[in-house]
């Protein structure tokens, strides 16, 4: 059995917007099947809906090649839109380090 490849993503930033999220896409290399990878936003109290959206597409395209991703934290308006918009099911989240 192979171990899986994880990827450690940070993001440093307060707010997240759809031209970051597509940097983050683009940093995570789809080309390695079998990739996990966790994006951690404990320090994003902000983010769009096209944001959001735009890592459900990551995570599907992760998922097609055997891999995973999970976002690690969010607080704020980022986490109340993560929450009204009910994404649990299709962008899996764990509490940061601060919870």
Do not use: N, W
């Not at 976002?71 to 986490?79: D, M, T």
């Amino acid at each position: 059995m192979v171990a899986q490849s994880v990827k450690t993503i940070r993001f440093g930033a307060g707010r997240l917007d759809y031209a970051q999220a597509c940097e983050m896409a683009g940093r995570v290399g789809l080309a390695l099947p079998g990739r996990y990878v966790q994006l951690h936003l404990e320090r994003t109290t902000e983010a769009t809906l096209a944001a959001l959206a735009r890592l459900i597409v990551l995570r599907r395209e992760l998922l097609r090649g055997g891999g995973d991703l999970c976002i690690v934290g969010l607080s704020g308006r980022a986490e109340d839109l993560y929450r009204l918009s009910r994404l649990e099911r299709i962008l899996p989240r764990r509490p940061g380090a601060s919870a």
